[in-house]
């Protein structure tokens, strides 16, 4: 039975090295394993206000929705200030609201969690510091493979795509884990 990944990069950025690495991740998808690609683009900055008088902004129930039809969710992560993008995490909390529906987005549900960065180390204190968000979501991390992509201005041509064999290879070897994580 094919598994249905959604894929979400957390930059909204044109040139993304994380959306790139995104769709490099859904080239790389092994059979029976698909990756639909997703965006936060369109969400608001989470306003308790907005949400008592308006309730959830239609696209970010619309990507919930989508999060929780999948089976997986592939979280792809640029690195800002040592930590978690702010509209990445504003979707992630959207996504929450109202509290009852995070068991049926977020428990339970596999997650993995991949970066690139312009800088030497890649996305470490990045992909560390979404951990406290996926424990108290209930999530089921995967950390069979990691994957921290640093130098990402030479990983990547100027059209996005990844042109490194090295990286790619092990991004076909985190997407080979991750499915069977998810199956």
């Not at 690495?21 to 369109?42: D, F, H, K, M, Y």
């Not at 999948?70 to 792809?76: I, P, T």
């Not at 950390?143 to 090295?166: C, E, S, T």
């Amino acid at each position: 039975m094919s598994k249905r990944i959604v894929g979400i990069a957390g930059s909204l950025r044109g040139g993304s090295f994380n959306a790139a690495l995104l769709r490099a991740a859904q080239e790389e998808c092994p059979a029976g394993t698909t990756l639909e690609i997703e965006s936060s683009r369109g969400i608001p900055l989470y306003d308790g206000d907005v949400e008592a008088a308006q309730g959830i902004p239609p696209r970010a129930a619309e990507l919930k929705d989508k999060v929780a039809a999948a089976d997986a969710l592939l979280l792809v992560t640029p690195e800002y200030n040592n930590s978690i993008p702010g509209a990445f995490k504003n979707a992630i909390d959207w996504m929450t609201r109202p509290p009852a529906d995070v068991p049926r987005v977020f428990r339970n549900r596999p997650v993995g969690l991949i970066g690139a960065s312009p800088g030497a180390y890649g996305t470490v204190l990045s992909q560390t510091a979404w951990l406290p968000v996926f424990r108290t979501l209930g999530m089921r991390p995967f950390f069979g493979q990691l994957l921290y992509v640093g130098n990402a201005g030479k990983v990547f041509d100027a059209a996005g795509k990844l042109v490194d064999d090295a990286i790619r290879a092990r991004l076909r070897k985190y997407m080979e884990g991750f499915a069977a994580f998810v199956a």
